[in-house]
């Protein structure tokens, strides 16, 4: 697993001279910051590792002086917990890139989604709304929701109006087309949840190897 930054799509050629839609993602380097054993972590081996180094001066205390106790050069702006098997096989300095991964290899992307804001049923789900003439009196709303006196209640379930977006989804099985550890650089094929500069973190595919 390595923590990341999406930076923006674009696109590349096949070898055929067909166009693919990719998205470039920086990937690492991931130092690990901390390792944690099962029986002070409620049961689960797990190792921290720590993304984006900060500057002294934009650092907190604390975070400062959790790294000077682990050792470590700089704080960190991003920190996530992997589970792992063997601590052993982990030392506090560690670091990950992007050589772990290589080209045809698919991994599953996990990333907070655009925020859209409290929306109404047509753009959150995809209702057709009503007539839009002038004696119309429905135009966009919700329409009718539940029942007049039995069971006089909504369903669980209902859909209507409420935040959309602002969410940690997985997309899952995105084929890496290139990558270039030079510049921690990963091309995707398709999209990544979330915005550009969106912090994502990048894992093996469960599901497709």
């Known amino acids: 697993m390595l923590i990341g930054r999406k930076i923006g799509m674009t696109q590349v050629f096949g070898d055929d001279g067909d166009a693919i839609a990719v998205t470039a993602v920086q990937l690492g380097p991931c130092v690990v910051t901390q390792k944690k054993d099962a029986d002070r972590n409620g049961g689960v081996n797990a190792i921290q590792i720590g993304f984006d180094p900060l500057k002294e001066k934009n650092a907190k205390k604390p975070q400062l002086e959790s790294a000077k106790k682990a050792g470590l050069k700089s704080a960190f702006r991003?920190?996530?917990?992997?589970?792992?098997?063997?601590?052993?096989?982990?030392?506090?300095?560690?670091?990950?890139?992007?050589t772990q991964f290589e080209t045809g290899q698919f991994v599953d992307v996990i990333a907070k989604t655009k925020g859209r804001g409290f929306q109404g049923v047509i753009k959150r789900h995809g209702h057709h709304g009503g007539p839009a003439g002038h004696?119309?009196?429905?135009?966009?709303?919700?329409?009718?929701i539940g029942q007049s006196a039995s069971p006089g209640?909504?369903?669980?379930?209902?859909?209507m109006p409420g935040q959309m977006g602002a969410k940690r989804i997985t997309a899952q099985n995105l084929k890496v087309i290139a990558v270039y550890p030079e510049d921690n650089l990963v091309l995707l094929k398709g999209a990544v949840p979330g915005a550009a500069k969106g912090i994502i973190t990048v894992c093996k595919a469960k599901k497709k190897s």
């Open 135 to 144: 004696g119309s009196m429905f135009h966009r709303s919700t329409g009718g």
């Open 153 to 159: 209640r909504v369903f669980k379930g209902r859909k």
């Open 78 to 98: 991003v920190l996530k917990d992997m589970r792992v098997d063997k601590l052993d096989d982990y030392e506090v300095g560690q670091e990950f890139n992007v």
